[in-house]
């Protein structure tokens, strides 16, 4: 369990508070996480990496000299938002374009999406690479929907030194995709991890018990045996690897990089112990053991487990991975950097965003959405730990610590806002921008997408109807599905949005007030909720797990029918206030 802190809620920013005084010539804190406190060649290619809080030294612990230029830092186990991505690369930006890295999970890719969009926006050349190196996450013939985890380190590493060493965006992107496409990870666990605060670990592994290929995030494995010896788990390791030799490649006389990465609780003499029969069982074959990394590289606070990367050398990416570098957490070789100048680094100030006009119509109109978010607000810490416990049955069990962040960061921007005298567009924008800010994850960038989606039908002249507000619903869902890609079926939000849409489109289409559309709309929403236990997830953390989440509801269908109903049962209130007075 997570012993040392103080209120959960802000543990990552005491956290990257406490690395940052601990790593200041390394580090430097902007908005959003941190960036090198060293100088870096004008006109060069910037790695930006990141995501969830909870993995160190992923991913902070590997900015500096001859690696990352930057990275964002999402909440515990939720990816940074698009708007930390944002400010983290713009303070990284050496003039020469910059390079997003990150593990392929739903959220991450959403978000660092939305920042690239905005980057290329303003004239800055931003790509991304999203490392798929996990073999149990997906069947190799569908490799793009695998997730990313230990492997980040070499993906991270050779991009780093083609940045250093002068490399083009196109070269820095080509040897990123090849060292992605060299590197296989596999991994078990023996117990789950408990996040700060929390009563229970994210998953349980019954006593005497191994689970065997299991993720970072707390996602339960997809099989169970007995606890090995060290042996047969080197043996297991080995073997679950070898059997995806990388296109083009031979096990006789080719040359490796393993990486036998701890999770957080098994102690370094137990590594080595494993790592003493990978090494022999890597000899066996005709594989040279290229500069072995055993320890914590990418961890899940207290997980006790362990995973086995094997990243496949030729020689330019021998030459990358052997290039020197000085992070808090990765260092080899001789490096010499010179400290920033103390503006150069300088924190992106928070900028109040202004207040467009709006009329008395619209005010009124924010007001009830400003009343719509905090029932939003009070249903989801109602919910927060069952949707939790939903969450942790296929997937990673934070779905209700990050809808209680997003909504609670929503509710106070949009009284912020009203109090200033916004509309109900800018109430709605304003709003959706803070829940994906501080929600993070998947969650966060597609509530934030379907509140800004509504602001654009409601706008700042009119007072909001019903029609309007149908429309911004369906504008909302077709948002949601065009970004997010998934559709009715892959059990995901989508499953409750889009009846709910087409319900209230058909009420509000036959003359129904917005009160009473809206209530038969709720009861379609809450049937599509409940119908999403026979559903199998084809999208997001739980897919690999599908068949431990048959018989238990989608946490995101879930809490998006809690929080129709709860809008309901305000807009029944209102109703009946102003029918008394």
Known sequence: MT??????????????????????????????????????????????????????????????????????????????????????????????????GYGNYAGDVLHFNQAQERLRREGIDCRSIAVTDDVSSAPLAERTKRRGIAGD????????????????????????????????????????????????????VPEGRMAVGMGIHGEPGIDETDIPTADELAELLVSKLLAEVPDGMTATGARVVPILNGLGSVKYEELFVVY???????????????????????????????SLTLFWLDDELETLWNAPADTPAFRRGAVTAAALETSEAAALADVEVSIPEATADSRAGAIQVLHALRAAKAVVDANAEE???????????????????????????????????????????IAGDAWADKAGGTSGALWGMALRAIGDALGNTYKPDANAVATGVAQAAAAIMEFGKAKPGDKTLVDVLVPFRDALTSEVVTGKPLTEAWGTAATAAQEAADATANL?????????????????????????ALIIRAIHTTLVENTTMKEKA
């Open 3 to 100: 012993r040392l802190f103080n209120e959960p809620a802000a543990f990552a920013d005491e956290m990257i508070e406490g690395f940052v005084a601990s790593h200041g010539r390394w580090v430097k804190r902007v908005s959003g996480g941190v960036v090198r406190n060293t100088e870096s060649t004008p006109g060069t290619v910037a790695l930006v990496i990141g995501g969830g809080s909870g993995h160190y030294p992923a991913f902070a612990g590997l900015v500096g000299q001859g690696l990352a230029h930057g990275a964002a830092m999402g909440n515990l186990f939720a990816s940074p938002s698009a708007q930390q991505v944002y400010n983290v690369a713009k303070a990284a930006d050496n003039g020469g374009g910059v390079l997003l």
């Open 387 to 429: 949707l939790g416990r939903i969450d942790a049955i296929a997937g990673d069990g934070d779905h209700g610590i990050g809808m209680e962040r997003g909504v609670r960061a929503a509710v106070e921007a949009a009284s912020d806002a009203v109090a200033r005298g916004a509309g109900a567009a800018t109430a709605l924008y």
């Open 153 to 204: 380190l070499t993906v991270f590493k050779v991009a780093a030194a083609a940045a250093e060493a002068g490399y083009s965006m196109d070269a820095v992107v080509d040897i990123a995709e090849r060292a992605n496409d060299r590197t296989r990870s596999f991994g078990v666990a023996f117990t789950g991890c408990t996040l700060p605060g929390a009563e229970h670990p994210l998953f349980t």
């Open 536 to 560: 199998l997830p084809l999208m997001g953390r739980a897919r690999p797990h599908a068949e431990k989440s048959l018989g238990t509801p989608d946490a995101g269908a879930v809490s998006m």
């Open 276 to 306: 003493r029969r990978v090494a022999q069982l890597l000899a066996e074959v005709g594989l040279e053991a290229v500069d072995p990394q055993v320890g914590e590289l990418v961890t899940s606070f207290d997980m006790a487990g362990t």
